[in-house]
């Protein structure tokens, strides 16, 4: 049994493909793969601690998808490029693009002085695409005194489809031959490479700023959060000090990590340290279901009850109360407060049904969700609703938005747990609520599986112990 077993892949899923990659690197070095998550799960302790900013696998996997190699150098361009050289080197310089670019502002900052090939960019039909669509495109240009020699631009695919799989690149080229110099386009859609990459952080500030400095985008982030969200709440008990590692699919366009936002993959397997206490979390998936993440006994990250009705970002996590909340006038607050900006969207904790979406005095527009168990959550202060009553609600559904009505000072989400009518806090409910289960055959897999994870795990703390490694410390 090795850790492939953890990584059974859907058939019909843009992830298909990265946990495929997973798959056929843990088919040929079963051994290597294990190994990468021993290392993950066993000897986090070290890299959580260490101030190592981002640690590449060892054992890198090789991609699933074979690269482009198209070489988009005209032997013209080199030739001019050589010749070019003796006099003074040409100029290569990189950007992202930005919200408020225009062709002239990118050109600048990239050091191109070319009103030639400005108006060109902004004229061509293939060339004018370079600033539609997503920002944070990968910008690269090659100048000789200021005129645009070559421009290669790294964006996100189009189509949804794509997006997960591919990227587009946009090739601007000036070519001289007998008919004289002019600009060539080129657009292709290239497949992204998709590799596993290993990051560890300490949190000093904020989960955030921890994966800043490991350089972990803030899809992943959000990810681990959302993992461990029934075991750790993160706006509460996060502590200096605590530490993380995580495996995660990251998706490469020519070789280099892709700039534009959503496009990072799956976590695969983590572990956060919260107060002291290791939380393990491994993908799985059971033929035929959806795949989940689960600790290290086979018990299901997912619970009936989501931790929070705020989907954790860089935004609902750093947004703080700046009011007095109006409460203690109102009435005994037997509820939680999240601030957030208006218009965040708020979401049902648990599958249930809209018992009541309205105006309530100082609840201003609220919605009541009536699950099963005799447990109701409300949801209060919102400015808009967007579910009506009687509708049936699953779990992470959107119910509305945060917002200040009713008897509020500020935009927040006023948040109740109530079961059989006795108010409850909502992280108690969360962490003791049922979770969902495996198949009984797969739990026998998955158990076996994570027996042998263990006693590696117990092998990398005795390696620990020892010295081989050194020895983690709390700051
Ligand atoms: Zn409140």
Redesign the pocket.
């Known amino acids: 049994m090795t850790a492939s077993k953890f990584f059974r892949s859907r058939a019909n899923h843009p992830l298909t493909r990265a946990l495929t990659a997973f798959q056929l690197a843990a088919h040929r070095h079963p051994r290597r793969v294990s190994a990468a998550v021993l290392v993950l799960l066993g000897g986090s302790a070290v890299t959580a601690f260490g101030v190592a900013p981002l640690a590449a696998l060892p054992e890198a996997t090789p991609p699933a998808v074979t690269q482009l190699t198209e070489p988009v150098t005209s032997p013209l361009l080199t030739v001019q490029i050589q010749a070019l050289e003796d006099a003074t080197l040409p100029l290569w310089r990189s950007d992202v693009t930005r919200h408020a670019d225009t062709v002239d502002s990118l050109l600048k900052r990239l050091g191109v002085d070319d009103m030639v090939a400005a108006q060109f960019i902004r004229n061509d039909p293939v060339a004018g695409t370079l600033l539609q669509g997503r920002t944070g495109k990968s910008v690269k240009v090659e100048a000789h005194d200021g005129r645009l020699m070559r421009m290669v631009v790294r964006g996100p695919a189009d189509t949804t489809s794509d997006f997960d799989t591919h990227f587009v690149r946009l090739t601007v080229e000036r070519v001289s031959d007998a008919a004289g110099e002019r600009f060539e386009t080129r657009r292709e859609l290239v497949p992204l490479q998709v590799t596993e990459r290993m990051a560890s952080g300490t949190i000093r500030s904020s989960l955030f700023a921890a994966a800043d400095a490991a350089g972990i985008p803030d899809s992943v982030t959000t990810q681990i959060a959302e993992i461990f969200g029934t075991d750790i709440d993160f706006r509460r008990e996060l502590r200096q000090g605590d530490a993380f590692s995580v495996l995660y699919e990251s998706y490469l366009a020519d070789d280099e990590p892709v700039t534009w936002t959503g496009s990072a993959g799956r976590v695969l397997a983590a572990r956060f340290i919260n107060q002291g206490k290791a939380h393990n979390a491994v993908w799985f998936q059971e033929a035929g279901r959806k795949g989940a993440y689960f600790d290290l006994t086979g018990r299901s990250k997912n619970r009936a009850f989501l931790a929070s009705p705020l989907a954790f970002s860089r935004v609902t996590s750093g947004f703080a109360m700046r009011f007095h909340?109006i409460?203690k006038t109102w009435r005994a607050?037997l509820?939680?407060?999240y601030g957030a900006p208006t218009g965040t969207p708020v979401r049902s904790v648990g599958d249930g049904v809209v018992s009541f979406a309205g105006w309530q005095n100082g609840y201003g527009n609220v919605v009541h969700i009536q699950h099963a168990g005799d447990r109701t959550t409300v949801y209060?202060?919102l400015s808009r609703i967007d579910v009506r009553r009687g509708e049936r609600v699953d779990q992470g559904s959107r119910i509305g938005a945060v917002g200040a009505t009713g008897w509020?000072t500020g935009p927040?989400l006023?948040?109740?747990f109530k079961v059989g009518g006795r108010h409850v806090d909502p992280m108690t409910i969360a962490r003791a609520a049922e979770s969902l289960q495996l198949s009984p055959q797969a739990l026998a897999q998955f158990r076996q599986s994570a027996t042998v994870i263990a006693q590696r795990l117990d092998m990398a703390d005795d390696r620990q112990t020892a010295g081989v490694t050194g020895t983690p410390r709390f700051e």
């Open positions: 909340p409460h607050h509820g939680v407060d209060a202060h509020a927040h006023h948040f109740e």
